[in-house]
């Protein structure tokens, strides 16, 4: 009974890993990436869509994006998306595409990345806590009910801290990852 629980919940703890993998892929690192703007909110087409979906992004060298529009009268509100984001970088528009050239990163830029990386981290260790607090609750509500023994309570419970341990190891093995890619010069 219980393992039905956990299979049940164990979606949301994949869902935790994958969103703090995507929100730290937006951590510009000393390499140029897509992922640093293909999240960008653009105004186009009467509607606001991820920059991705209305342009080609390409990494040209370790240090600049071309960023090339299906439609080159969206050039004007990428430019403007890109500045309103602000991620540090002064967008170049040539008439067919838009260029990033992206600056080094100064040894304190690369402290406020780690410190917001090891935010993030916690963010997503909390989230694997809520979705373990669910967990239990519906575990105990199951054994109150008389649906499950008390034993079985206890495995379910143990079965749990071991797959939040493991979760948390995976939350720690990306951020230390990504850690060494910003701190790298």
């Known amino acids: 009974m219980y393992q039905d629980i956990i299979h049940e919940k164990e979606k949301k703890f994949e869902e935790s890993i994958e969103f703090f993998s995507q929100e730290i892929a937006k951590f510009r690192t000393n390499r140029a990436t897509p992922a640093l703007v293909e999240h960008i909110a653009v105004e186009s087409y009467g509607s606001t869509l991820p ?3 209305i342009a080609s992004i390409v990494v040209q060298d370790a240090r600049s994006l071309l ?8 050039l004007g509100a990428i430019e403007a998306a890109i500045r309103k984001a602000d991620i540090g970088v002064n967008p170049t528009n040539d008439g067919a595409g838009i260029r990033l050239n992206l600056p080094s990163l100064t040894e304190d830029r690369r402290r406020d990345l780690v410190k917001a990386l ?4 916690e ?9 373990r607090e669910e967990i239990l609750k519906e575990i105990q509500n199951t054994e109150k009910e008389g649906l499950m023994s008390e034993d079985d309570k206890f495995r379910g ?4 801290q071991e ?10 093995e990306i951020r230390k990852k990504k850690e060494e890619e910003i701190m790298t010069v």
């Open 51 to 53: 920059l991705k979906q």
């Open 67 to 74: 960023i090339q529009p299906w439609d080159r009268t969206a």
């Open 118 to 121: 090891n935010q993030t981290a």
């Open 123 to 131: 963010e997503a260790r909390i989230a694997v806590r809520n979705v």
């Open 157 to 160: 419970k143990e079965i749990v």
């Open 163 to 172: 797959k939040v341990e493991a979760y948390n190891k995976k939350i720690e």
